[in-house]
């Protein structure tokens, strides 16, 4: 069986809500990180920051330190070095015993090379993952993200994610020693 688990799908299908989901069950200490794209600015800009993803949501602040870009419909400002930095960070801090979070993985990583390193080498440990992946098959670093032998890739939908949520439940209780 495959150790971690990829999400993938569009926008609003519920990734995220099932990765919350998923940990409640778990009660396993979590690690790794959630990114967040807030409303836009009067720019048109949206802000994208992100959070330890074993921080509650009411604790996450909005610095300049955790900005990891802002985006438009056609223009993408990144600051690879947030993810290399606090990415890897929140990443490093994993532990047996845990799972780690990834929500969610996309093309703005691409040249954060540290992140990206940290983010393979997580899906190749036995530190049980579960993950948000963005679906763009045009990005090399998410094909071999979605390619990583450990890893089983689904594809949530607003019609599917209450079956897949059934579905998952037993692999993620396997993580605890159920």
Not at 41 to 66: C, K, L, Q, V
Not at 73 to 91: E, M
Not at 94 to 123: C, N, S, T
Request: glycine share 8%.
């Amino acid at each position: 069986m495959r150790k971690h688990i990829l999400l993938t799908g569009a926008r609003g299908a519920g990734k995220s809500t099932l990765i919350r989901r998923l940990c409640a069950e778990a009660e396993l200490p979590v690690y790794g990180f959630v990114t967040k794209r807030e409303e836009a600015d009067e720019t048109g800009f949206h802000p994208i920051y992100i959070h330890p993803a074993w921080e509650e949501a009411s604790m996450h602040r909005h610095t300049r330190e955790n900005l990891v870009g802002t985006c438009n419909q056609k223009i993408h400002n990144v600051c690879p070095v947030v993810f290399d930095a606090l990415g890897v960070r929140y990443l490093a801090a994993a532990r047996p015993g845990g799972l780690i979070v990834m929500d969610e993985l996309g093309f703005m990583e691409a040249k954060a090379e540290v992140f990206k390193q940290a983010v393979l080498h997580a899906l190749g440990g036995d530190i049980p993952v579960l993950a948000a992946v963005k679906d763009r098959r045009d990005v090399p670093f998410l094909n071999a993200v979605c390619s990583a032998p450990k890893a089983a890739l689904y594809t949530v939908t607003s019609e599917n994610r209450e079956a897949l949520f059934a579905e998952l439940l037993p692999i993620v209780k396997a993580w605890r020693g159920e």
